[in-house]
């Protein structure tokens, strides 16, 4: 009688206001590490990208549904990538201060729990993006996830310095996405967006990389500060950004893109190759802060001015 008190007693206190809380603040923290296991704030540039892509291959625009579906299609299987890749780097995470405090690195979530949740979104987007737009963008979506699991973390990140040059053509899936999610289909105009991404994303990730240089030395990954020193990661920054400038304006030349694209694209180039001079002259942290940040920024506005000259 008394254990059976006991157990009623224990049973109302669970479903107390403050029981009921504390439940509350249990789930509330690892739904926040999940949803960070999917790289939200990374995802929002890719979406930025995928969503001015889709207005330069639909003038007119697209329905409001269209780019609805392909946003979250696109949310599902870029998060799906990310939070495979959290799982393939959780040890290395755990030994660069900047991600070990990252949920599996650090143990808030079970590796393999993360792995399946990482698969689910995975294939949860290719259906999904299946069903509501059409099957080229569903398999264009598994092409970047399957490329930033497998050909940038596994195989090129612990190989090569140039992992990144080649590994980031996965991070230019997305606008081919938005492209095929519009049109219904790929031109050769499509793969200008993509070829920026892929030129833009080595000097963007090297200005990252010179700032944890010394975590990425202690894991061992080669990249390019660690292998080749500071100074040629400056001025392979420099070298980067001044071809890709030049190549942004190439959409013009072939009539895609118009006079408020071109001014757009110089103006917005010229800061960059100014921030990427100045880190190859003058090597200060907060240099190099600036130019990563900027290099952000330059690449939203750019897409921006994609999507209104097109439209305009």
Not at 212 to 222: M, N, S
Not at 286 to 304: D, E, H
Request: net charge positive; charged share 10%.
């Amino acid at each position: 009688m008394i254990e059976g008190a006991d157990a009623r007693t224990s049973r109302i206190r669970q479903d107390t206001p403050a029981a009921q809380e504390g439940l509350h603040l249990d789930v509330v923290p690892l739904i926040r590490d999940y949803v960070s296991l999917t790289k939200p704030r990374i995802i929002s540039l890719l979406l930025l990208t995928t969503v001015a892509t889709m207005f330069v291959a639909e003038p007119s625009g697209p329905p409001l549904s269209t780019i609805l579906w392909t946003m979250l299609g696109g949310y599902l299987a870029a998060g799906g990538a990310g939070a495979i890749n959290h799982y393939i780097d959780r040890n290395r995470d755990a030994r660069m201060s900047r991600t070990s405090k990252r949920p599996l690195a650090n143990g808030r979530i079970e590796p393999l729990h993360g792995l399946i949740f990482g698969i689910t979104l995975g294939v949860l987007s290719f259906f999904q993006l299946w069903l509501t737009t059409n099957l080229l963008a569903a398999v264009l979506a598994m092409v970047g996830l399957l490329g930033y699991v497998f050909l940038y973390p596994l195989w090129l990140k612990p190989l090569t310095p140039q992992n990144i040059v080649i590994g980031g053509s996965a991070g230019a899936v997305p606008p081919l996405v938005g492209w095929a999610a519009a049109s219904g289909g790929l031109t050769w105009d499509a793969f200008w967006p993509f070829a920026i991404i892929f030129f833009w994303t080595p000097p963007h990730f090297w200005a990252l990389s010179l700032m944890i240089k010394d975590d990425y030395a202690k894991t061992g990954v080669p990249m390019l500060p660690v292998v080749k020193g500071e100074a040629e990661t400056r001025r392979q920054i420099l070298i980067y950004t001044i071809f890709m400038v030049g190549f942004t304006v190439g959409p013009t030349c072939t009539g895609l893109l118009g006079p408020l694209y071109l001014f757009s694209s110089i103006a917005l180039g010229a800061v960059y190759v100014g921030f990427s001079f100045a880190l190859w002259r003058n090597p200060s942290p907060g240099i190099i802060l600036k130019a990563y940040l900027y290099s952000l920024a330059y690449l939203a506005l750019l897409f921006v001015a994609m999507a209104v000259d097109a439209v305009s």
